[in-house]
């Protein structure tokens, strides 16, 4: 598995979580990184992006204001720190490393993903 993400967890609405993604192959560096989630009965969306030099940022409409994504390439890690959690943000969080050097919100531009981490907010 080379896309490792932590950080999630169980938070009561206006709460804070920040999630973590580790690239184990340390091959991220030229890429767009980026986080997508999947709620239960719904198709994977597009939460944020950003691109390999971790300059230009893209969120959904959905998290804009609340979320803000980051990067370390010193270290291969992506960031996504969630503030003002809503109930309708649980889902199953991944983490998304694209095939070119800027982000996508679509799923046919992802190159590898990470196994997904459950955030769930309850009211």
């Known amino acids: 598995v080379q896309l490792v993400e932590s950080g999630g967890g169980s938070v009561q609405a206006g709460d804070s979580l920040k999630l973590s993604c580790a690239d184990s192959?340390?091959?991220?560096?030229?890429?767009?990184m980026g986080w997508f989630r999947q709620a239960p009965g719904k198709e994977r969306e597009f939460v944020a992006g950003i691109n390999w030099s971790g300059g230009m940022t893209n969120y959904a409409d959905s998290v804009k204001g609340r979320f803000t994504i980051s990067r370390r390439k010193a270290d291969h890690r992506v960031y996504l720190q969630m503030n003002s959690l809503k109930p309708e943000d649980t889902a199953v969080y991944y983490c998304?490393?694209?095939?070119?050097?800027?982000?996508?919100?679509?799923?046919?531009?992802?190159?590898?993903w990470g196994q997904g981490t459950q955030v769930t907010v309850s009211s």
């Open positions: 998304a490393k694209f095939l070119r050097a800027y982000p996508s919100t679509n799923t046919a531009e992802v190159r590898s």
């Open positions: 192959g340390r091959t991220s560096t030229n890429n767009g």
